[in-house]
């Protein structure tokens, strides 16, 4: 069975995990590693735009949609039942 409900249930095989240690590495923050410039430069290509920018996890993806919105002290707008109104430990509010 493979679970990809979140990737803290995952069990990284020997194969991966030397993979992962052979892989060159950089420093993201200042643009510096391969395989995420390699990893958006794809992304950009696949959905035909100028660039796209790699995020790790969904919370990250939806707070920075949202900031593209909507700028400090603004609000938005959402149901009662909305995933990042309930499950998202309240990120939207930090930046406001």
Known sequence: MIDLRSD???RPGRA???EMMAAPVG???YGDDP???E???YAAELS???AALFLPTGTQANLVALLS???RGEEYIVGQGAHNYLYEAGGAAVPG
């Open 69 to 71: 919105h909507c700028e």
């Open 27 to 29: 420093d993201d923050v």
């Open 48 to 50: 035909g735009k100028e």
């Open 16 to 18: 991966m995990l030397e």
């Open 35 to 37: 395989t995420v410039n």
């Open 39 to 41: 990893l958006q430069r």
């Open 8 to 10: 803290t249930v995952t």
